[in-house]
DNA sequence: CGATCATCGGAACACATGTTCCGTTTTGGC
DNA sequence: GCCAAAACGGAACATGTGTTCCGATGATCG
């Protein structure tokens, strides 16, 4: 009864187009980028961009959503004290992050109306709550560091990121030392 | 011959009411602010806006330039350590533009065209170079510090602020000297 | 008070970008 | 190879916002 339809090979062929051109072209690009290049870069209509993603936010999804949600599912590294962890944890997602320019633009824009987004800053807050729990034990942050002051640093440092010349990704791990030095216990330097 | 005339009444205060509805909207509103929305709540209309500044960006110049002249003027404090001068350079000036939503876009936003700000984010270098300077003295500065590194300090605060909440800009002193302390010379500790 | 002309208001235009629609083309089953 | 249905391409539409233009208005001067 309810045949299962086989897709067409040009629908398939197409989709998979639209999504590599998106990927280069916002991740190239930055957010800004309109619907009409990424179709042009796909070899494909407007009209077939539209079938496949109903609006420009359905399109964003698809492409950013994997970044979004690998950065909203990875966790603090475990064994390590609150301050090592912290810092494997930002090198690690902004070296991520410094790779493309539409996840920095997401993370550094003011329009947080994105919902997967909106997630996404909410888990860096429990990211920074898991921080804060286990600096009861180890005591490597300053006593008045809230969860929410380790999600600010964290969208402060993508900020820099933001400003960091094409080729100047090295100094993220400086920034990232000196974000920490200023969130650090005072009797825990080396 | 070149009679010299006087304006009209109405021209003066007209321009008045622009610039005051201007500040207002753009203070409280952000720099997303359309044009028509100034010009409605200068009780004016779109044309007289227009025929006083010829295009958008110079009515934002004429509005954003005290501003951003104040803070591009704004030196160093004398008298202080390198650190003490940018805790009292940075806190001023944050709190300052914390008041006025159209500052805190400019300064976040990608878009560092607008020739007075790009002067202005040159200026902030120029003050790390001066602190730079200043600890050669004092030695209160980390010594892998740079000039840019301070002028993208205060740009990932501005960032922070943008974020705040309109209530918490008290916070604003514990996020500058969170930063100081992570450029700070490890031995400068009280 | 009346004439003149700078100024005004806001409709209309320009332009960029998201989205829809429909005539044309392609696919896949026979 | 033929046909019906599905999908395509891109012109056209919708919308938001900056900008221009011109007939109406009203400030100034004699």
Redesign the pocket.
Same mark, same amino acid.
């Given at each position: 009864m309810t045949k299962v339809? %086989?897709?067409? %090979?040009?629908?398939v062929a197409?989709r998979a187009r639209i999504v590599s051109a998106a990927t280069t072209m916002l991740r190239e690009h930055g957010l800004?980028t309109?619907? %009409?290049a990424i179709a042009k870069k796909a070899?494909?209509?407007?009209?077939?961009l539209?079938?496949?993603f109903?609006? %420009?936010?359905h399109l964003l999804q698809e492409i950013t959503g994997v970044g979004l949600t690998r950065l909203a599912e990875s966790m603090l590294p475990p064994g390590l004290t609150a301050i090592d962890a912290l810092r494997q944890f930002f090198t690690a997602a902004l070296d991520q992050l410094a790779r493309n320019r539409a996840m920095v633009d997401l993370l550094a824009s003011t329009e947080v109306s994105d919902s997967s987004l909106e997630r996404c800053v909410q888990h860096l807050t429990d990211i920074g709550r898991e921080a804060v729990t286990r600096s009861t034990r180890d005591r490597t942050l300053a006593t008045d560091i809230t969860a929410t002051d380790i999600a600010y640093q964290f969208l402060a440092l993508v900020r820099i990121v933001q400003l960091l010349p094409d080729g100047r990704t090295g100094d993220i791990e400086r920034y990232v030392n000196m974000t920490l030095r200023g969130i650090e216990h005072r009797h825990s330097q080396k």
């Open positions: 339809q %086989r897709q067409r %090979r040009d629908v197409n800004s309109d619907m %009409r070899g494909v209509g407007i009209g077939t539209y079938r496949h109903p609006t %420009r936010e």
